[in-house]
């Protein structure tokens, strides 16, 4: 298949799937979210991929919602959509992001530059997390006048614990790459120039262990992540978005 916003990569058994969208930071629109969820989907049949790396093209992992051209809004608030369509649009981020995580290939998030929003949401549906140093977080989505959706809340709270994922969703506030390492949200931090190489070598490692055994785990993972209610918790969070995304502030956030 041919791809708008994203660059596929083949490694032997390691796919690397790149967001290319370096213009805008690898902003994300309905365009990237609904081939996130396509790409991931095909390649749930790609038996001979045992790893898929998730990274960014550009100076940036991703820098969340392109806020010129936000996820689903043309059809979110277009006079000629029809309730179910709008509420279609408005689970765009979700969809996406359940592709990554029921993929049975293990995924690693190569990081850098921003993760920011919707970044950072993409980032918690992979399995590993590597991250340059001088890599910036943060969660902006309370300050912009919406909630953060897409079922990153619960991702965040099943990674790092309520009290934490509270603090960095409604302070909003910036942290490094270090601060994420301390928080439990990256595997690795490493050197800018050994980024690459790094997860390369990561890729390597998880590709060469018994395929079946591997398989199992993730399985027991989203076993373990279903007892917490994950799917229940974000089937809600599009009709959440779209709600907010009427209120003045987030239309001053997200202009149509």
Same mark, same amino acid.
């Given at each position: 298949?041919? !791809?708008?916003?994203?660059? #596929?990569?083949?490694?032997?058994?390691?796919?690397?799937? !790149?967001?290319? /969208?370096?213009?805008? /930071?690898?902003?994300?629109?309905?365009?990237?979210?609904?081939? =996130?969820?396509?790409?991931? $989907? $095909?390649?749930?049949?790609?038996?001979?991929?045992?790893?898929?790396?998730?990274?960014?093209?550009?100076?940036?992992?991703?820098?969340?919602?392109?806020?010129?051209?936000?996820?689903?809004?043309?059809?979110?608030?277009?006079?000629?959509?029809?309730?179910?369509?709008?509420?279609?649009?408005?689970?765009?981020?979700?969809?996406?992001?359940?592709? =990554?995580?029921?993929?049975? $290939?293990?995924? =690693?998030?190569?990081?850098?530059?921003?993760?920011?929003?919707?970044?950072?949401?993409?980032?918690?549906?992979?399995?590993?997390?590597? %991250?340059?140093?001088?890599?910036?977080?943060?969660?902006?989505?309370?300050?912009?006048?919406?909630?953060?959706? !897409?079922? $990153?809340?619960?991702?965040?709270?099943?990674?790092?614990?309520?009290? /934490?994922?509270?603090?960095?969703?409604? #302070?909003?506030?910036?942290?490094?790459?270090?601060?994420?390492?301390?928080?439990?949200?990256?595997?690795?931090?490493?050197p800018p120039d050994a980024l690459?190489?790094?997860?390369?070598?990561?890729?390597?490692?998880?590709?060469?262990?018994?395929? =079946?055994?591997?398989?199992?785990?993730?399985?027991?993972?989203?076993?373990?992540?279903?007892?917490?209610?994950?799917?229940? %918790?974000?089937?809600?969070?599009?009709?959440?978005?779209?709600? %907010?995304?009427?209120?003045?502030?987030? /239309?001053?956030?997200?202009?149509?």
């Open positions: 298949m041919t !791809w708008q916003t994203l660059e #596929l990569e083949e490694r032997g058994p390691v796919t690397w799937v !790149w967001l290319r /969208r370096p213009e805008r /930071r690898n902003a994300l629109n309905a365009v990237a979210l609904e081939e =996130i969820a396509a790409c991931f $989907a $095909a390649l749930q049949t790609r038996f001979d991929t045992r790893v898929v790396v998730l990274g960014g093209r550009g100076p940036s992992f991703c820098a969340g919602a392109d806020r010129k051209d936000p996820p689903g809004a043309a059809r979110m608030g277009a006079d000629d959509a029809t309730p179910r369509e709008r509420r279609h649009a408005s689970q765009l981020g979700r969809r996406a992001l359940e592709a =990554i995580e029921a993929l049975d $290939a293990v995924t =690693i998030a190569r990081l850098h530059g921003h993760a920011i929003g919707g970044g950072f949401a993409l980032a918690l549906a992979c399995d590993f997390r590597v %991250a340059a140093q001088g890599t910036v977080f943060s969660i902006p989505e309370v300050d912009l006048g919406i909630p953060l959706a !897409w079922g $990153a809340v619960p991702r965040l709270v099943r990674d790092v614990g309520a009290l /934490r994922a509270r603090e960095l969703i409604l #302070l909003c506030d910036r942290i490094d790459a270090s601060d994420a390492l301390a928080h439990g949200l990256l595997n690795r931090v490493v690459d190489a790094a997860v390369a070598d990561l890729a390597a490692r998880l590709a060469a262990k018994p395929e =079946i055994a591997v398989h199992m785990t993730k399985t027991q993972f989203r076993a373990y992540a279903a007892t917490l209610a994950l799917g229940d %918790a974000t089937e809600t969070d599009g009709d959440l978005l779209f709600a %907010a995304s009427r209120t003045g502030v987030a /239309r001053k956030s997200f202009p149509a």
